[in-house]
């Protein structure tokens, strides 16, 4: 069986024939053969001695309707859900430290969830609902306003019932993603594996000694925490919308006279809103996972109570706000501005006590990128994503109502920008304020963070040349009987020097993480110590300080600008165009491999559909037929191949052969996610699939050698040959990372593990050998023909 890679193929393609037959499976995930071999196992004598192909399609996973543009969203909660997966190997005894690593990336992973509802509320709530409709100059130059301008003195132009109002799009921005969360979950999560016997309670989730994590049978399904995250990240998006409009409105009544009772019942408001906020982070905080088991378990009390009960409080915080108040006048920014400055302190914080965990982790174990660091790493990523996106959103509508809203000084109308026209002075009468101060200090952050990557990459460039040339002088030699060809050496040393360079990725990613951190603890404290921006704030410095300051504020402002609507370009781009929405497939099918532990938002996880499709195939057939099988993985398939053979029973696995090239198996996921791919787990691998191999070659950039002895077959020649010769009279290319299958070794593998696999039976099985050697995948009860 074969499993293609990220980008996928037409089946017809991937077996070599136009004509082919789905055996099994549906429109999103399906098995494929050649029409010829629809009945085969009607008829074995046809295939005494070779295989029969059989092809399992997956890209549709990640790729379909033009509702995958909307995963775009969603790449901050995919990022944090990986420093989840990456953590350290940890060894027996430390159970305590894995449930601390957990339940602090799930407190990021909560953080930013609250982060983007928070921008969403400033964008609504605060630009427009309190700033611009509040002022009559700003309201007046766009007509959709109008109604909500207190120079009209109707219904909506008190300023609650404005807020009220405006809490409908940051509440409608949390239901999509409730939405698109539940929708995955019904498709993704819900997929039950086969039937498996519990491992005994008191083996320890995440903790080395058992069986390895991925062969366990709960691993791929994360129905019910999925269900129970996605609960208490809906409640957390809710109560972050009540509190942005119960804060402004609660602060006016405890200061109006009069207004004792309204007083009363915001205090209310405000009490069960401490007491929802309590209560999520303690289902956030609750034990993760559970692996050892399908947990079928449901968690109705959270899924359907927690949501309900925190819209119904939102409902009555927008009740509470329109309230009539005659008095009450809008005016600056709404209170609360210090949201985001300790939001971000917040995830600082975390990123620091996660990297102390790690820490901890490596001492006790081996293993892992950046030392143990890599999961804080990817963490502190996921945060800036997530700072930069949101924080975008607010300067970009910052800027656009700064051109016609009468910008107090230092704005961009008064020739800074917009993203300066916060808090610096005491906004005048028709003024609007901008964002917060603290999104202008991140914006001015971005060109340092920029030039450190400009240098970062230029340092690893160099490098590269330098063994490019290193290699270009015994490219020759490695051919017998070539004549150097200085052109033909170097291009060759240089796709073997490009692809090295992936395995500088973890310093790389560490050092721009580094940078992030201290250029964002820079931003927070000079916000909050200032009260204006970089500009304003350098303004009594030297005048290069100065100018360095505005000049960085400047660009930035710029930056994030360009990069928010490159955003939506190519949002809108992926909704129209179907080749574009394959291309961010692509980039999901790296990032959403690992299941939803930390993040519910984040895009649902491919393989909680593929790897139980595979292994059930795997597992009925070869109970239907007595038959063997080889299930070949390229890429990324080569995960859901290990992954799938993981989790077979032993006496189905025993039957299995595993053949694997230009897998990122120990290159990418052992050194990133060492406590799943790491040498234990690939060894432990071995031991149970005596029958693998694994093909590999210099020149790609995301394949490499697994490691494991008796596995590994490489470097491949690539090209195959030097120059011109009498069976190869064209110049041969360079395939990197494609078209394994065309090299002679794929064939020789594969013909080796099916003699290995009749060996190792010492029979050849119902059928006679041409069933011995049959694929892999077990197909559906009936005939195959009418299977699909």
């Known amino acids: ?43 074995p004598e046809r295939y005494t001695g070779r295989p029969v192909p059989e092809v399992y399609c997956w890209s549709r996973l990640t790729s379909g309707n033009g509702a995958r543009a909307l995963w775009l969203l969603l790449l901050p909660f995919m990022v944090a859900n990986l420093a989840h997966w990456a953590r350290p190997p940890a060894p027996a005894g430390a159970a305590r430290a894995v449930r601390a690593y957990g339940l602090l990336v799930r407190t990021v992973a909560l953080s930013l969830t609250v982060l983007l509802i928070a921008a969403a509320c400033e964008v609504s709530l605060d630009l427009f609902a309190w700033q611009c409709a509040g002022s009559a100059r700003c309201a007046a130059s766009r007509s959709w306003l109008a109604v909500l301008s207190p120079e009209r003195g109707g219904w909506w132009s008190q300023p609650g019932r404005r807020l009220a109002l405006g809490a409908l799009v940051p509440a409608g921005l949390t239901w999509l993603l409730w939405y698109l969360s539940n929708r995955t979950w019904s498709a993704y999560e819900s997929q039950p594996p086969p039937p498996a016997a519990p491992e005994p309670d008191e083996a320890e989730d995440g903790v080395e000694g058992g069986a390895p994590a991925l062969g366990r049978p709960g691993f791929w399904y994360g129905r019910r925490l999925v269900a129970r995250l996605r609960a208490a990240h809906t409640a957390a998006g809710l109560l972050t919308v009540a509190a942005a409009v119960l804060v402004p409105t609660l602060r006016y009544d405890a200061q109006a006279a009069g207004a004792a009772l309204p007083a009363a019942a915001g205090r209310a408001a405000q009490a069960l809103l401490v007491t929802g906020g309590a209560v999520v982070l303690w289902v956030v905080c609750r034990r993760g996972r559970t692996e050892h088991r399908a947990d079928h378990r449901p968690d109705r009390a959270v899924v359907a109570v927690l949501p309900g009960c925190a819209l119904a409080l939102l409902a009555a915080v927008l009740c509470y706000a329109c309230w009539s108040r005659p008095g009450w006048t809008s005016t600056g920014r709404l209170p609360g501005d210090a949201v985001f400055g300790a939001l971000a302190l917040a995830q600082g914080g975390c990123v620091l006590a996660l990297a102390a965990v790690a820490a901890h982790l490596h001492r006790r174990g081996t293993g892992g990128a950046l030392r143990g660091l890599g999961g804080p790493a990817v963490a502190m990523l996921g945060c800036a994503l997530g700072g930069v996106l949101s924080g975008g959103v607010a300067q970009r509508v910052g800027d656009w109502l700064a051109d016609t809203g009468a910008p107090g000084p230092g704005s961009a109308a008064a020739g800074s920008t917009a993203l300066g026209a916060v808090g610096r002075t005491a906004p005048g009468a028709g003024e609007v304020a901008g964002p917060p101060v603290l999104l202008s200090w991140q914006a001015a952050v971005l060109p340092p963070l920029l030039l450190v990557l400009l240098l970062a990459a230029c340092w690893f460039g160099a490098r590269g040349a330098r063994a490019r040339r290193a290699m270009a002088a015994t490219v020759a030699a490695e051919y017998p009987g070539a004549v150097p060809d200085r052109a033909r050496s170097r291009r060759i040393a240089g796709a073997r020097a490009a692809a090295a360079l992936t395995d500088s990725a973890p310093w790389f990613v560490g050092a721009i993480s580094t940078v992030t951190l201290l250029l964002g603890a820079g931003a927070v404290a000079g916000a909050w110590l200032s009260g204006r921006d970089p500009g304003d704030a350098a303004r009594h410095g030297s005048p290069l300080l100065e100018a360095a300051a505005r000049g960085a504020q400047d660009a930035g402002s710029w930056l994030v600008g360009f990069g928010f609507v490159l955003f939506v370009t190519l949002g809108r781009r992926a909704y129209k165009d179907p080749s574009a929405r394959r291309t961010i497939g692509i980039l999901w099918d790296v990032g959403t491999f690992w299941p939803r532990a930390a993040h519910p938002f984040a895009p649902p996880c491919y393989a909680e559909r593929a790897v139980p499709d595979l292994t059930w195939r795997m597992t009925t057939w070869t109970d239907r037929t007595g038959g063997r099988l080889v299930i070949s ?95 190869h009279p064209l110049p041969a290319p360079v395939l990197g990372h494609c078209d394994y299958q065309a090299d002679p070794a794929f064939a020789a593998e594969r013909a080796a593990l099916l003699a290995r696999l009749v060996l190792g039976s010492g029979s050849a099985g119902e059928g006679g050998p041409g069933r011995a050697v049959s694929r892999e995948p077990a197909a559906a009860e009936g005939p195959p023909r009418t299977a699909g």
Not at 634 to 649: C, F, N
Not at 666 to 694: I, S
Request: charged share 20%; aromatic share 8%; glycine share 10%.
């Open 1 to 43: 069986m074969l499993v293609h890679g990220v980008a996928g193929a037409a089946p017809g393609e991937l077996l070599g024939d136009p004509r082919t037959v789905r055996v099994t499976g549906d429109s999103t995930a399906a098995v494929f053969r050649r029409t010829e071999d629809a009945d085969a196992e009607a008829h």
């Open 633 to 727: 993985g390229h890429s990324q398939g080569s995960m859901l191949a290990a992954a799938a053979v993981w989790q077979l029973p032993p006496q189905v696995r025993s039957r299995v052969a595993l053949l694997t090239y230009g897998s990122p198996l120990a290159r990418l996921y052992g050194r990133w996610f060492p406590a799943y791919f790491g040498p234990g787990p690939l060894t432990a691998l071995h031991r149970e699939v005596e029958c693998w191999r694994n093909l590999w070659r210099a020149t790609d950039p995301i394949g490499g050698p697994v490691l494991v002895e008796d596995v590994d077959r490489g470097p491949l020649a690539d090209p195959v040959a030097y120059g011109r010769t009498a069976r």
